[in-house]
């Protein structure tokens, strides 16, 4: 059985390696007490385990074996009794590998003091060629096993350097970037975190016919939903459906339901060692025939004290060894048989000689009699074509003595058009500085109009003036006139009055000094009579205005 110091061993030595800065293979003790202590911490140990490092041995420096075996007994042992499962190991194992990559990740690509060998540095060949085929696989590309190993051969060893050098130049060209971060996950996941299987699958609840989607990742120990891709629904679903984990068992068995009418597909059933009953639906029959493989694989790796992808390595390193033993004696036997063919394959070698001499003799003898037939054969076309080419530049010739001809005919009449066009050109000119001058008498003749049109306006605008001044002197002669017309009458009227009305006493005409100040009061009958009057001759002062009166502005009175 592996132990944790075991596994966690490889990571371990760069992390040394990182402390050996003189690079002599041992490390002071005072360095690796902190490191000690770090691990406790990680590992939860109550105790501490670093004062523990100062009584082991008597040196002041340890080698990585020393170190190695101190940290297995007094720190791992706390955690690790040599029969855990790996399922209860593996939150340790992923805590100390990611610390101890850490600390060692800058000795990754370049070693200036090499302390160990080429072979133990190295990568396995089946160890490449897996993890390359699953990187090719999650990047969407097919595998081509041939062209890897073609590849492969030409490289002595796969040290990690080599290694990322080898798939970015041959399988990371022309890649998008998250594609190779999502293909670097997968593998990480595979490889790492021991995933055997993650998608998407239905899970029935178990107190309603309902099926909620989930994504599941199947390790070897355990059924797991990650929690930190689960959203504020889901979450809730997934109280609903239950836990987040179920750990798996040998007695834990999976069955295939077959599909019936009306109800959900691709289902299958996980029966665990506690009797409870998980009812699962895959997303069709390709995926479910998959989680069917992989939960048996699961349940058969559940109990096991290697990692998964550990025993994976060993029987494929096995398997490996085997098929080279194979071609090893495949080989030995095909040498075996070659010297006892050897010899019946010279007798033959030597005929097929003299027979290969003979026929080269006359294939050379029938190859210069064909190239003296294609040399004349060229000649006799070489002359036809000079034939044709000098026919074709005596037909040239004779077309273009036609094109000059005709481009000196063309030219000719060109020229006589252009003198037409220009003697054209005269007469227009002439024309248009006789129209020109016309234009500027017409102007002058025009500007002598305005003036006298700009001066008859003039007048016409005084006798205007004058017109309205006289109309107003004859208007204003008719109002006098009018005026001391109805004098006259309301005189005329008042003595009327006076005659009918007989005196009986005699008033002085000039009023007293009290009555001075107020006017006498005039009868209603003079008023009405007076207005009459008044409307009367107004009416016919309209009417002569209208074209009654005479010419001359005299008024006719009554």
Known sequence: MATLGQLVANSLWFAFDALDHQKTGVVPKSQLKVL???????????????????????SKQLNFEQYLYFLTHEVLAEVDDGSTPYGELKKHHDTLEHTFWLLGRATLLQRHFPVFSEDAVTLNIVEVREVTRHLI?????????RDFNQLATSISCFTFPVFLTFLEGRYAQDTESP?????????YKNFVEQVLKLGKVYQRVWWAPLWVKREIELRPWALVAPSHKLKVRSAALAKVVGRAQVYLTPSATVHNIPDEPGARLCRFSLCLE???????????????SEWLRALDAAIHHSRETLPYQAIMSAARKNEHAEEEARETAERIRR??????IENTQAELMAEKVARAQAEAAARQEAAARQEEEKRVLELQTMRLQLETLLEEETQAKRDEEIVRNLQARVLSEEWERREELERLQAEQKKMLEEETKKRQAFELQQEEKD????????????????????????RSAREKIIMSERGKELLEARMKVKERTPPVRTYSLRPIRKERGTAPARSSSFNA???????FRSKNEDTNDN?????NGTVESN
């Not at 696989?137 to 096993?145: A, K, Q």
């Not at 594609?179 to 593998?187: D, F, Q």
Request: with cysteine; glycine share 6%.
């Open 451 to 474: 003036s006298q049109l700009r001066e008859a306006e003039k007048r016409l605008r005084k006798l205007e003036s004058e017109r309205l001044r006289l109309d107003h002197e004859l």
């Open 36 to 58: 000690t202590q770090n691990v406790g911490v990680l590992l939860k140990v109550d105790r501490h385990v670093e004062n523990c490092i100062a009584e082991y041995l008597s």
């Open 335 to 340: 040498d075996s048989q070659a010297d006892i």
């Open 547 to 551: 074209g009654s009166g005479n010419s």
């Open 529 to 535: 009579h007076a207005a009459r009057l008044f409307k």
């Open 179 to 187: 594609a190779l971060e999502r293909g670097v996950s997968e593998v």
């Open 137 to 145: 696989t999650n990047l969407g590309r097919e595998w081509d096993i």
């Open 274 to 288: 506690s009797n409870k009953l998980v009812q699962l639906a895959a997303t069709d029959h390709r995926n479910k």
